[in-house]
């Protein structure tokens, strides 16, 4: 799945994951998601771009419009504090588009969110105010449970039949 989002419910912490080829489909279809489970974005996430992830198909431009969908999904929003969005990009064919998307939108006053990129787990979950035992479990994905996944197009999953 080129994008998976995971939260974990005791660390009010979501986790979205990207991998392999990601669409600007893709992308929008987490932006719907957003908007169809709100609590899904008013708490702080961790961004993990895996080895192997680019954005190749998706115009840097193309963020723009995807960046003003955001804006719309977050109006209504109320926060108490501005939510964090870190960033770890493990993809150097991804980090045009991760500094793209960091560097060129007022993320604070429209989405009430502050964004950063670091190199490594720790100094993510250091800014994300995590203790050592909570880092451990985010870079490890323990406690993390998957409540999306999106792939553009699906791919056929088979169940077992009962």
Known sequence: MPIV???NQELELSLAEYRGPV???ELEAVAAYGAQNPSFLQCDCLNLVLPGANFDSVEVT???????RYKLIFAPMEFQIVRRSAWICLS?????HIDYWIG???LREALSSTLRQFLAYSEAGDWLVLNEAEIVALESGAGFTEVANFEDPPSVT???AR
Do not use: E, M, V, Y
Request: glycine content about 8%; aromatic content about 4%.
């Open 92 to 96: 150097p064919a991804a980090q045009a």
């Open 104 to 106: 060129g939108h007022d």
């Open 23 to 25: 669409s600007l489909a």
């Open 5 to 7: 989002l995971r939260h």
């Open 158 to 160: 088979r169940t077992a």
């Open 62 to 68: 193309a963020l723009d419009n995807l960046f003003g």
